[in-house]
């Protein structure tokens, strides 16, 4: 029996459990590691920008593997018709949502009026979601913060979502921190300004009908648990990333799906031709297995893991050999027993 209250059915991708959009973290190699783990979760990429995608490389942005999927893209930009290009582009590409950018407190965004600084701006916003969907039949979403200094009110906050919900967005992404535009690296603002949990509680208690998810913080199933007694999703970033192996039980716990999970060794089995073809096409070992450097965490072995492909991989000849060796190493250390 779920332990959690049934959610809203909306059409798009379950967003019960997301690993959140991250720079340089979350790029296509990335998901297709984290899919090998859960079926379910909904992956977001990286934020790439309207003028990146419009006037940049568009195929190597949009790049990426059916086999990711579901998977949403997450667009930075405040130009309502370049940002409804973009969402064409990205439903044309196959992504199964559209996710706008407005939690990042990066002073570089914040110059192009991208990122956190536009929940000054939730007018402008609305104007990109309606515009965005008028150009797209995914769904489009919002991630965003409980406010920015100056403008940190519960009553700005209600503003903002209630402004952006009447252009037709449905789903927001919270991270429940403000974020702090002036002094703070975004290091910083994701650590110093203190998680408030209570106030993203009360924006799903007064706008019922909408779709609302977890951002920050979020560490282990029992404090998952304690936010879907509420919230309709949760998104993990950091923790998800560091700590990958988490992902397991998200298939069986928050979707009900009990197929038998790989095991990790069975995992770096899965991933050995994805790497052998990202070489062959020109790529680095280490571009894929940077992102899997936390699978081993809290095992015995795990610094020995780290090493070898954070290090180890930068100066040897044939780094599938290493790999190879280091599947061996692994599995004579922990055995076949361990999951
Ligand atoms: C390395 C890194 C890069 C990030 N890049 C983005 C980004 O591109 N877009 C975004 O909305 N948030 C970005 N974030 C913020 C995360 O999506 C998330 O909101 C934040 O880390 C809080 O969640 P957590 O406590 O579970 O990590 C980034 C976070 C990290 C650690």
Redesign the pocket.
Known sequence: MSLHPPTLHRPGPSRRFCV???????DRHCRFFLRQISRHALL?S??ITTGALLHGDAQRFLAHSAEEQPVAL?L?GSDPQALAQCATLCEQAGYAEV?L?V??PSDRVQNNLI?ACLMAHPQLVADSVRAMREHCSIPVTV?HRIGINGRDSYAGLCDFVGQVHEAGCDSF?V?ARIAILEGLS??EN?EVPPLRYAVVEQLKRDFPQLEIIL?????SFEQIDAALGWADGV???????QNPWLLAEVDARLYGDMHPVPSRFEVLQKMRPYIARHIEGGGRMHQVTRHMLGLFQGLPGARHYRRELSTAVHHCDDPLELYDQLLEQMHSRLGQDCQ
């Not at 951002?215 to 560490?219: I, S």
């Open positions: 959140a959009p991250m720079l340089d973290w979350t977001y990286e934020m997450q930075g996710n950018n939690g990042c990122g991630k992404i991270h975004p290091k994701r951002n920050g913080g979020l560490q998104m993990l970033g950091r923790e998800a990333y």
